[in-house]
């Protein structure tokens, strides 16, 4: 059984209009995937779609309490690190830039070691009327198909560094 992110109250699933969870095994140790992770302004190396990220608060990589700018679906988002065990577990919580409606997202990374190397589960709520019109309307299912890229390509880099650590 594999742990998942731990919700504050009010972004639990159970009261969030849109939700997704996406998991993957990488044959990597968890130590590769977390690297990979907290390198945010790196993402786009294994996911293009994140090519506009940029940590605002001086650290070199993710850690907690890190603001940080991104551009998801042609949106300016600022997340900021809510909760981070090293190795571990990362989530941040997100607001859109202008938006008006206060709508928010949260998302949470969960790192589990196994034999082969390590479990990766990413899950996302996400609440308001922006995030109900651009993923709920516009692309019904387009949170899940965008993490579970996300996640196919952090295990495809993790799998291909801890080759080369190997060789």
Known sequence: MYNHVIWPEQYDPKIS??????DVDVNAPSEVVWRLLVDAEN???YFPAENQVK????????????K???VTIGFLM??????????????WSTTIDGDETGSTAYHGWVITPTDNGCHVLSE???QG??????????????????HQEWVEGLKRAAEAEAARWKG
Do not use: D, M
């Open 124 to 126: 996302e709520t996400q």
């Open 129 to 146: 009327p922006f995030f109900l019109e651009e993923l709920g309307h516009k692309s019904p299912g387009g949170l899940y198909r965008y």
């Open 78 to 91: 600022f997340p900021i690190v809510t909760e981070y065990v090293l190795g571990r577990r990362l989530a």
């Open 55 to 66: 940590i605002l608060t001086g650290e070199p990589e993710l850690a907690l309490g890190t």
């Open 68 to 70: 940080f700018s991104r």
């Open 17 to 22: 209009p849109i939700y997704a969870l996406n």
């Open 43 to 45: 993402w786009s190396s």
